[in-house]
Nanobody, 123 residues
Framework: QVQLVESGGGLVQAGGSLRLSCAAS????????MGWFRQAPGKEREFVAT????????YYADSVKGRFTISRDNAKNTVYLQMNSLKPEDTAVYYC????????????????WGQGTQVTVSS
C-alpha cells in the first residue's frame, strides 16, 4: 500500500513563494508518474503539474506555467512543487498523486492520493 504525505503548505502574501513536498512510502515510485492537483472552495479539483518517473518530462497547467516547478528525488521517494509569484487565486488544498504509468493531466488516471495541504495566498 502506497502512502503519500504532503507538507509545506501555509499562509503567504501575494508574490511570495512556498515549496510543497510529498513523501511516498510503501514502495518505490521511481517508475511512477507523480503529480499535484488542487481544489479551491466551491470548485472542482484541477490539475497543477505532473512529472514522469525518470523526471525527464514535466507538464503544467497554463495557470501556473512559468511560476511553479515540479521536481522529484527518487532516492528519497519524494516529489516537490516550488511555487513562486503566488496569487490569491492559487489558494486551495494541494494534493499529491501517483500513478503506475506515464504522466497524465487527468485525475481519474491516478492511483494514489495524499490527504492534501492547505495553501492560502493573501492579497
Amino acid at each position: 500500500q502506497v502512502q503519500l504525505v504532503e507538507s509545506g503548505g501555509g499562509l503567504v502574501q501575494a508574490g511570495g513563494s512556498l515549496r510543497l513536498s510529498c513523501a511516498a512510502s510503501g514502495r518505490t515510485l521511481s517508475r511512477s508518474a507523480m503529480g499535484w492537483f488542487r481544489q479551491a472552495p466551491g470548485k472542482e479539483r484541477e490539475f497543477v503539474a505532473t512529472i514522469s518517473g525518470s523526471g525527464g518530462s514535466t507538464y503544467y497547467a497554463d495557470s501556473v506555467k512559468g511560476r511553479f516547478t515540479i521536481s522529484r528525488d527518487n532516492a528519497k521517494n519524494t516529489v516537490y512543487l516550488q511555487m513562486n509569484s503566488l496569487k490569491p487565486e492559487d489558494t486551495a488544498v494541494y494534493y499529491c498523486t501517483a500513478r503506475k504509468g506515464p504522466a497524465t493531466m487527468t485525475s481519474p488516471d491516478y492511483d494514489y492520493w495524499g490527504q492534501g495541504t492547505q495553501v492560502t495566498v493573501s492579497s
